[in-house]
C-alpha cells in the first residue's frame, strides 16, 4: 500500500475525544487545552539514515538542524508558532563525539527558533539505518489557524521559495523554515496552507482532497531552483516552502506588501472538478503518476 492509502484506510480507526479539534489528516493536529486561550499544535517526524540524509557527507548537526527544521514546518504550515519538542534517537553510533555534535547542533537549533527541548528517549539500532524522531509543540490562534480543508474555488495557489533540485543542492539540509512568513500569512491572506515536503504536485493534491476541488497549475510559473528540472519540481519533494491558496481580492494587496527574502509566487488556481485532481493550464493535460511525489510505499 502507499502511504496515503494508509493513512487513509486505517487512521479513521484511531478514535478521537472532545479536545481535538483538528485530528489526522493535516501537518499537524490542534488540541483544545483548558484554560488555555490558543489550539495546543502537536506534529511527529522523523529522519532516516539513507532516506532523509547520505550519512557519508552530512554532519551529526546538520541531521539534527534539519530534525528540528522539518518540524517547524509543520508548524508553519497551520499558522502555528513553535514551544516545546521531544526528542527520540535510535542509533548504532555510541561514541561520545557523535552524541555531543547531534546534540550540540540540535541545541544550537532550537536557540535559533526558541524551542526548549525538554524530554525523549535513546536507544541503539544496532545494525540498522539510524532513526530519530521528534515531536514538536506549538501554539496557534483558532481564527488564524490553517487547515488544507478551507480552499475555496477561484483562489490564486501561491508558493514560496524555489522548488526542486533540493537535495543535490543540499537545501534540504540548509533550508529555512518559514515561520516568519506563516505569521505574515495566517489569517490574514490564507487559512489554507500546507509545507512542500513530499512533492509540490503531491501536496497540492491534498490540499484539493481535503477541499473536495481540483486545481489547474500553471508549470511555467513555477519557481525552479537552480539545477531543478520540472519533473523534479513537481516531485522530487524536501523543499520545505510553503504552498497556500488566496482570495483573489486579497492578491494585489499581498503582492504588494510582501516583503521577505525569498520570492513569491502565484503557480495556478482552485477549480471545480474531481477532487484532487490537478491539470495543466496550457494543455489541460492532468499531472499524476510519475508527478506524484515521494511516497515510502510504492506498491
Same mark, same amino acid.
Given at each position: 500500500m502507499k502511504e496515503h492509502d494508509i493513512i487513509r484506510s486505517f487512521v479513521p480507526l484511531l478514535v478521537q475525544n472532545e479536545n481535538i479539534v483538528v485530528?489526522?489528516?493535516?501537518?499537524?493536529?490542534?488540541?483544545?487545552?483548558?484554560?488555555?486561550?490558543?489550539?495546543?499544535?502537536?506534529? +511527529?517526524?522523523?529522519?532516516?539514515?539513507?532516506?532523509?540524509?547520505d550519512p557519508a557527507d552530512t554532519s551529526p548537526e546538520e541531521m539534527a538542524a534539519k530534525l528540528l527544521k522539518r518540524n517547524l514546518s509543520d508548524i508553519a +504550515?497551520?499558522?502555528g508558532s513553535p514551544?516545546?519538542?521531544?526528542?527520540?534517537?535510535?542509533?548504532?553510533?555510541?561514541?561520545?563525539?557523535?552524541?555531543? /555534535?547531534?546534540?550540540?547542533?540540535?541545541a544550537d537549533c532550537a536557540k535559533l527558533y526558541?524551542?526548549?527541548?525538554?524530554?525523549?528517549?535513546i536507544s541503539s539500532v544496532g545494525s540498522g539505518n539510524d532513526v530519530f524522531t521528534l515531536n514538536i509543540n506549538g501554539f496557534v490562534d483558532s481564527d488564524t489557524i490553517c487547515l488544507r480543508k478551507n480552499a475555496m474555488e477561484g483562489d490564486?495557489?501561491?508558493?514560496?521559495?524555489?522548488?526542486?533540485?533540493?537535495?543535490?543542492? /543540499?537545501?534540504?539540509?540548509n533550508f529555512i523554515p518559514r515561520l516568519e512568513e506563516s505569521e505574515f500569512l495566517a489569517g490574514h491572506f490564507t487559512n489554507t496552507m500546507i509545507d512542500v515536503s513530499d512533492g509540490l504536485l503531491a501536496d497540492l493534491g491534498r490540499i484539493c482532497e481535503a477541499s473536495g476541488l481540483a486545481?489547474?497549475?500553471?508549470?511555467?510559473?513555477?519557481?525552479? /531552483?537552480?539545477g531543478a528540472t520540472l519533473p523534479s519540481a513537481l516531485s522530487d519533494g524536501e523543499d520545505y516552502e510553503l504552498l497556500f491558496a488566496v482570495d483573489p481580492e486579497l492578491s494585489e494587496r499581498l503582492d504588494r506588501q510582501w516583503n521577505f527574502d525569498c520570492r513569491l509566487? /502565484?503557480?495556478?488556481?482552485?477549480k471545480s472538478g474531481h477532487k484532487g485532481q490537478i491539470s495543466e493550464k496550457e494543455s489541460g493535460r492532468v499531472l499524476s503518476g510519475k508527478d506524484s511525489g515521494f511516497d515510502h510505499f510504492q506498491s
Open positions: 485530528g489526522p489528516g493535516d501537518d499537524c493536529a490542534a488540541v483544545a487545552v483548558e484554560g488555555c486561550p490558543k489550539l495546543l499544535l502537536t506534529a +511527529a517526524d522523523q529522519l532516516i539514515e539513507n532516506i532523509h540524509y +504550515a497551520m499558522g514551544s516545546f519538542a521531544n526528542l527520540t534517537i535510535a542509533t548504532k553510533h555510541g561514541s561520545k563525539e557523535f552524541f555531543h /555534535r547531534f546534540l550540540k547542533g540540535m526558541n524551542v526548549s527541548v525538554c524530554g525523549g528517549d490564486y495557489i501561491y508558493v514560496t521559495g524555489l522548488i526542486g533540485n533540493s537535495y543535490r543542492s /543540499r537545501h534540504h539540509l486545481a489547474e497549475l500553471d508549470i511555467s510559473a513555477i519557481p525552479l /531552483r537552480k509566487s /502565484r503557480i495556478g488556481q482552485i
